[in-house]
Each structure stands twice: as structure tokens, then as C-alpha cells.
């Protein structure tokens, strides 16, 4: 059974379209995240979501928004897509426990803006 | 902001070699994740580092945070093709579930 699972792995699309990327984790942690992960490999907190508090990177473009419907998902919506979206981007959860501090993380979702 | 700096950026070994990667903050750090991603896959957690002077070890692959708790190194011993892939150190800021990575190394190892 797969612990965290993003859908689409794969996702192209044109500049301006609106998409969605979804995440699913079945640990039954508290807290879920989104990173993005930059040509260069260099990956980025995006947000974190836990008992419905949401803590935004402030670097983070408004254009981009995550939906959580319930503890086990955490979804990410992305507006007027932009060519430099293209990324991959990983969802991840954790217990929020910090004596672990352990991040289980999705095979990342790759997202290329034509 | 604290930050953190990995070195080196790239490494290619042969199969067999010891490497050491290293992981330096700019300020004492909470806790000290190490992750391996491998290409087009997600991030495996491989060891968390608290307190300064530890060390943990799985399999061939050793950690160690100073005593300071501002610079850590993962160590791999007799390195194989499975080793491959990139390998990126985290922090937590206090209060915070957040990690923060460095910008990772990517280690290739030649058969």
C-alpha cells in the first residue's frame, strides 16, 4: 500500500490553464505538505497544512492554492499557469511529532508549462 | 534565515569508495534530517540527528551532527551503485513541523 500517493505523476499543459494535483496519504498523520522541487533540484517548502491551520510560504504566488476536503488529503490547485511553474512537486505528511520529525513523501508529480 | 550549505554539489566515485558528504548551517540547528531521493522517485528518509555529538548509522551509511549542532556529514562506506541518487540535509526550526533543505548533492557511483 502506497503511504503517500499524488496523482497525476505526470502532468503538461498549456500557459494560463488552470490545474489540480492531488495527495492522498493513508498514515493517518496530522500534518501534510507541499514542496517544489526547481530544475536546479532544489526543493522548497510551498505549505504546510495541520488541524486545518495553514502556514503559506510567503514566497509562494497566490496563484497557488491547497484544498484539504480531510486530514488525509491535501490537494494543490494552481491558477493562470505560469512557465516557470514547471517543476516537480512532492506532497509529503508527517506525525507533527518532533521527537521524529519524519517526512513520508509522494514520488513527486511533474508538471511541465508550455 | 537560516541556511543550509551542502558540499559538495556533486560527487562521482567508484564503486567500492568511501565519500563523505557535509552539511553546514548558519545557525545551531534543532534537528538535522538526511534524505536520499532517487531520479524520479520520492525522498526516503534516512536519519534524524538532534543532539550535538551524535551519531547513527543504518546499514553502510553513517551520520554524525557536531557538537555545536551546526554542521553535519553523512558518511558511506564501501559505496555501491544502489548509493546513486541525491542526497539532501533538512532542518526543523524550533516550533516548526516544516523541514527546510539544502540544496542537495548528487552522488553517482561508477560500477
Known amino acids: 500500500d502506497t503511504a503517500v500517493s499524488q496523482t497525476p505523476k505526470y502532468l503538461v499543459t498549456q500557459m494560463g490553464n488552470d490545474k489540480s494535483i492531488k495527495c492522498e496519504q493513508n498514515l493517518g498523520h496530522d500534518t501534510m505538505y507541499w514542496y517544489k522541487q526547481d530544475s536546479k533540484k532544489f526543493l522548497k517548502i510551498m505549505f504546510s497544512?495541520?488541524?486545518?491551520?495553514?502556514?503559506i510560504n510567503e514566497t509562494v504566488p497566490n496563484r497557488f492554492s491547497p484544498k484539504s476536503p480531510d486530514k488525509a488529503h491535501l490537494n494543490l490547485h494552481i491558477n493562470s499557469l505560469e512557465l516557470g511553474d514547471s517543476a516537480v512537486y512532492f506532497c509529503?505528511?508527517?506525525?507533527?511529532?518532533?521527537?521524529?520529525?519524519?517526512?513520508?513523501f509522494g514520488e513527486g508529480s511533474r508538471l511541465t508549462v508550455l | 534565515s537560516q541556511e543550509l550549505e551542502q558540499s559538495p554539489q556533486s560527487l562521482i566515485v567508484q564503486e567500492g569508495k568511501n565519500l563523505t558528504i557535509n552539511c553546514t548551517s548558519s545557525k545551531t540547528l534543532y534537528g538535522l534530517y538526511w534524505y536520499k531521493q532517487k531520479y524520479g522517485e520520492g525522498l526516503i528518509f534516512l536519519m534524524m540527528l538532534q543532539k550535538g555529538g551524535e551519531e547513527k548509522s543504518h546499514e553502510k551509511i553513517t551520520a554524525k551532527l557536531d557538537e555545536k549542532k551546526q554542521q553535519s556529514s553523512l558518511h558511506i562506506t564501501a559505496s555501491q551503485p544502489s548509493h546513486a541518487g541525491i542526497y539532501l540535509c533538512g532542518y526543523s526550526g524550533a516550533g516548526s513541523y516544516q523541514l527546510t533543505f539544502g540544496k542537495g548533492t548528487k552522488l553517482s557511483v561508477i560500477p
Open positions: 497544512y495541520n488541524n486545518k491551520e495553514l502556514i
Open positions: 509529503a505528511s508527517s506525525l507533527g511529532d518532533r521527537d521524529t520529525g519524519e517526512l513520508f
